[in-house]
């Protein structure tokens, strides 16, 4: 089923069809300015059906279950006047372009995680074009864009989103993103979406109306039924998406939201179906294309391969080493930083990247995790960063780690990201410590949904320890608007200096292999907890970490400086680094 024809691509955009397999009638309501309503005829397997010979792109239409209002299709690929109102359809097919992009892969790369409506003041997919050669001065391999399916409301994350095929007008709509799939691609840039496909949003969303598409709950509301009566089509429904995105788009790959809310009891689970149809999919495109999967199981059955008995899919964010990171560099053990902290756990990640692997977890009450075999594991299947969108976002003000900590520990926390073994990924505007924070937004339109939303915060911001002072309004304006990043501020002190720093890091992760080993067994970490300095052995470099408010000396032969700020001594067989700084040097 999933080569269904649905009427908004190409050629056969006269042929529509909807999945309705429990309704009696399905009509299509046809817009325009004479609106009628067409009988659909009943096929197979619950599918409706309906030719209109004169109908093309730029034709408004929707269904019509058992004589009720009007309803956007569910594979609607443009809703140019919101969730609630008609779809129309558009022509989305490969760009020329597409022959020559030969693609990018995972590893060795650097991710830059975006989010389109706050990356710019004007929040458009034109707009963020206009900023990509920043991206690519900076060095990164791939733009991470946070989702862009369609919404309710002029703002918000993308977590929301209720039309999984169509393109939120709010950053330009369909047409506009697959530019800007091309403006990455002409620059050398590789293109992650982030898709959502645990929950939809709570306003917009019709697809119960439609059929069987939910089965049960997690913790965000109904979820996918992915393992029930009629969940091949349920199925058919992500994977057909799954290649919108990779083909129709461009896109060079997907990273999975919360895959573990995805409840599925079947002998193969949905994401193991996802990686093999994205395998065969990248065989016929000839390009490589990767799936990322969000996941706080901590199984490397995820990203082994399913060759090996995994699930196959190609990484997977380490929320782990950020908050050992995190913990490490702020001093805050509170809710689920509790196990994290000390610099021994701090070490611990930076080689074996599940710090809970079997072991107890205290937030969780229990244990929790699984071992990852570092001997036939490679490092690049995990991401790691030093900061986010979920954890600067989920912070009560969306206060960013440069409101707290100094530029010279911002340097250090990104040294050790990006000499990791690890695939460093980057939250916009990190790279040059952005004062703006990036707090939770919504635009809803319903005044009942944005009470529930602002109780809804506060009453999870108190359970954290936050007051309700100090959450702003997440259905305010001037919430979303305080959120958007500042660009002159990188030309500005200390702003610039530590743009440098990222740029000099990514450089040099360019220019020695040692860093892009992927191999984790080998890595080695010394650390001293009481002067609070680290060594992380990779190949013949080491990286010395100060993160003490003194001067440290540390026990490194340096042969040859890589890196090293102003006032650094080198020794014989010692190496001296002023407070809260790092150097990378070779040792033989």
Not at 160 to 168: F, I, K, N, S
Not at 212 to 217: I, K, M, N, V
Not at 256 to 281: C, F, G, I, Q, W
Request: proline letters at 7%; hydrophobic letters at 40%.
């Amino acid at each position: 089923m999933r080569d269904r024809p649905v009427g908004h691509i190409g050629p056969v955009a006269h042929e529509f069809a909807v999945w309705a397999p429990d309704r009696t009638s399905v009509g299509l309501v046809l817009g325009g300015p004479d609106r009628r309503t067409e009988p659909m005829t009943a096929g197979t397997d619950g599918w409706w059906h309906a030719s209109v010979p004169e109908a093309g792109p730029g034709t408004d239409y929707a269904f019509s279950l058992d004589g009720g209002d009007p309803l956007p299709d569910p594979r609607s690929r443009w809703q140019p006047h919101g969730v609630h109102a008609a779809s129309r359809l558009v022509e989305v097919e490969p760009s020329p372009a597409d022959a020559a992009w030969t693609g990018r892969s995972l590893p060795g790369a650097v991710i830059y995680e975006m989010h389109v409506g706050t990356f710019t003041p004007e929040g458009t997919f034109a707009s963020a074009e206009e900023r990509l050669d920043h991206l690519v001065e900076l060095g990164v391999d791939f733009v991470e864009v946070l989702p862009v399916n369609a919404f309710d409301g002029t703002r918000g994350w993308g977590y929301d989103g209720v039309l999984w095929y169509a393109v939120t007008e709010n950053y330009g709509g369909p047409a506009a993103f697959r530019r800007f799939v091309d403006a990455c691609h002409a620059r050398g840039l590789g293109v992650v979406l982030d898709v959502v496909y645990n929950h939809l949003g709570p306003s917009g969303a019709y697809l119960d109306r439609f059929g069987p598409y939910f089965l049960g709950e997690n913790v965000w509301g109904p979820s996918l039924n992915l393992d029930g009566p009629g969940s091949d089509t349920v199925r058919a429904y992500i994977l057909d998406n799954v290649t919108m995105w990779l083909r129709d788009y461009g896109v060079d790959a997907l990273r999975l939201d919360a895959v573990h809310a995805l409840r599925d009891a079947r002998a193969t689970h949905l994401l193991e179906e996802m990686a093999d149809h994205v395998a065969s999919l990248s065989a016929h495109l000839r390009r490589p294309l990767t799936l990322i999967a969000e996941s706080d199981l901590n199984d490397p059955r995820l990203i082994t391969s399913r060759e090996a008995g995994g699930y196959g899919l190609d990484a997977q964010w380490c929320d782990d080493v950020h908050h050992a990171l995190h913990s490490t560099l702020t001093g805050e053990t509170q809710g689920y930083y509790v196990d994290f902290g000390d610099l021994a756990t701090l070490a611990e990640v930076l080689h074996h990247p599940f710090h809970h692997a079997g072991t107890w977890s205290t937030f969780r009450g229990r244990v929790h995790g699984r071992p990852v075999d570092l001997l036939r594991t490679p490092g690049h299947r995990f991401l790691a960063y030093l900061q986010d969108h979920d954890q600067v976002g989920n912070r009560a003000g969306g206060d960013r780690l440069s409101a707290t900590l100094s530029p010279g520990l911002l340097g250090c926390g990104a040294a050790l990201v990006f000499c990791s073994p690890y695939t460093p990924m980057l939250f916009m505007g990190e790279e040059w410590g952005a004062r703006t924070p990036w707090a939770f937004f919504v635009g809803f339109s319903d005044p009942e949904l944005q009470v529930a939303v602002r109780e809804g915060r506060t009453k999870e911001f108190a359970e954290h320890g936050w007051g309700a002072e100090e959450v702003p309004d997440p259905t305010a304006e001037a919430t979303f608007e305080a959120s958007k990043l500042d660009w002159s501020e990188p030309s500005r002190e200390p702003h610039a200096a530590l743009l440098g720093v990222y740029r000099e890091l990514i450089a040099l992760r360019r220019a020695h292999p040692e860093l892009t080993d992927p191999h984790l067994a080998p890595v080695r970490v010394d650390h001293d907890a009481q002067a609070r300095t680290l060594v992380v052995h990779r190949g013949t470099l080491r990286l010395a970490v100060n993160l003490g408010g003194s001067p440290a000396t540390l026990p490194v032969a340096a042969r040859e400086v890589l890196s090293a700020p102003s006032g650094v001594d080198v020794a014989d067989a010692s190496l001296t680094l002023p407070a809260e700084a790092f150097a990378l040097v070779r040792v033989r």
